[in-house]
């Protein structure tokens, strides 16, 4: 848990860290429109050439932002057996007695695996390349325009901050509870059903209790200052676009016309 990456920002010196984070967070959600067109193999093949480039500009490996995929090996798991049971369509690949694995059940569970893939990988670069306040403060620039119709810009833009920004300390937090728990004897790994779940609830209720801890703290921290969400700010540092941050934008654009297009007419 301490190699979690989702979240996490990462201080280096490189192009994308430079870029303005309205623009990284306007082609974040360019990608994830383009990994939910269903484009096939070519589509994806695109967002995987984008992804890697970006990881590349980024400077960070392909293994750490495959680091943020640990915690949802479960899931993929858990997806992977349920199609398995439901899905009977296709061709016949395996045929143990009264149970057969069909294609369509392994088609679409590697589909929505790389779909997964793409988003967290996508997440974990915006993360691990912005400052959590630099990302508040390009959420907050980008949803200004929609506080003429009553939507609180900043309030959203500071829950969404402050939710990545406690991510690892939450998965940091995790990972001392077990270690305690380890050390007087509760075994989270072996036992029976009802002994996993006792453990676990020795697990999750400190983790709970921390979490709430920590969010009375950071509220009577920002009151004791005199946070007013509602005031007029004014900001030391003020965002620019440059013109790698349009060069940018206008890729993932056209990646996002190229699935939408091979999903038209390929």
């Given at each position: 848990m301490n190699n979690f990456a989702l979240g996490r920002y990462l201080p280096l010196d490189s192009v994308v860290h430079k870029m303005d984070p309205r623009s990284k967070i306007m082609i974040m959600l360019f990608m994830m429109i383009s990994v939910f067109v269903p484009a096939g193999v070519y589509g994806y093949a695109i967002i995987a050439l984008f992804v890697i480039l970006a990881l590349v500009l980024s400077k960070l490996s392909i293994g750490y932002?495959?680091?943020?995929?640990?915690?949802?090996?479960?899931?993929?798991?858990?997806?992977?057996?349920?199609?398995?049971?439901?899905?009977k369509t296709g061709t016949p690949l395996i045929k143990i007695g009264w149970f057969s694995i069909y294609s369509?059940?392994?088609?679409?569970?590697?589909?929505?695996?790389?779909?997964?893939?793409f988003m967290v990988v996508i997440t974990t670069i915006l993360t691990a390349t912005t400052k959590p306040l630099d990302l508040?403060?390009?959420?907050?620039?980008?949803?200004?325009?929609?506080?003429?119709?009553?939507?609180?810009?900043?309030?959203?833009?500071?829950?969404?901050?402050?939710?990545?920004?406690?991510?690892?300390?939450?998965?940091?937090?995790?990972?001392?509870?077990?270690?305690?728990?380890?050390?007087?004897?509760?075994d989270l790994e072996n036992g029976t059903l009802k002994e996993k779940i006792s453990a676990l609830l020795s697990l999750i209720v400190p983790l709970f209790v921390s979490a709430f801890e920590r969010a009375d703290q950071l509220a009577n921290a920002m009151e004791a200052r005199g946070y007013n969400p509602n005031k007029t700010r004014t900001r030391y540092k003020v965002l620019k676009m440059q013109a790698i941050d349009y060069v940018a934008m206008l890729i993932s654009v056209l990646v996002m016309a190229a699935c939408f297009g091979i999903w038209l007419y390929v």
């Amino acid at each position: 848990m301490n190699n979690f990456a989702l979240g996490r920002y990462l201080p280096l010196d490189s192009v994308v860290h430079k870029m303005d984070p309205r623009s990284k967070i306007m082609i974040m959600l360019f990608m994830m429109i383009s990994v939910f067109v269903p484009a096939g193999v070519y589509g994806y093949a695109i967002i995987a050439l984008f992804v890697i480039l970006a990881l590349v500009l980024s400077k960070l490996s392909i293994g750490y932002a495959l680091k943020a995929m640990k915690p949802m090996l479960f899931m993929m798991g858990f997806l992977f057996v349920i199609n398995l049971l439901v899905i009977k369509t296709g061709t016949p690949l395996i045929k143990i007695g009264w149970f057969s694995i069909y294609s369509d059940a392994i088609y679409q569970t590697l589909y929505v695996v790389v779909r997964l893939l793409f988003m967290v990988v996508i997440t974990t670069i915006l993360t691990a390349t912005t400052k959590p306040l630099d990302l508040t403060l390009g959420i907050e620039k980008l949803l200004k325009p929609f506080e003429k119709i009553g939507i609180p810009a900043h309030i959203i833009a500071m829950m969404i901050s402050i939710a990545l920004r406690f991510i690892p300390t939450l998965i940091e937090e995790t990972q001392r509870i077990m270690n305690a728990q380890a050390s007087r004897g509760v075994d989270l790994e072996n036992g029976t059903l009802k002994e996993k779940i006792s453990a676990l609830l020795s697990l999750i209720v400190p983790l709970f209790v921390s979490a709430f801890e920590r969010a009375d703290q950071l509220a009577n921290a920002m009151e004791a200052r005199g946070y007013n969400p509602n005031k007029t700010r004014t900001r030391y540092k003020v965002l620019k676009m440059q013109a790698i941050d349009y060069v940018a934008m206008l890729i993932s654009v056209l990646v996002m016309a190229a699935c939408f297009g091979i999903w038209l007419y390929v």
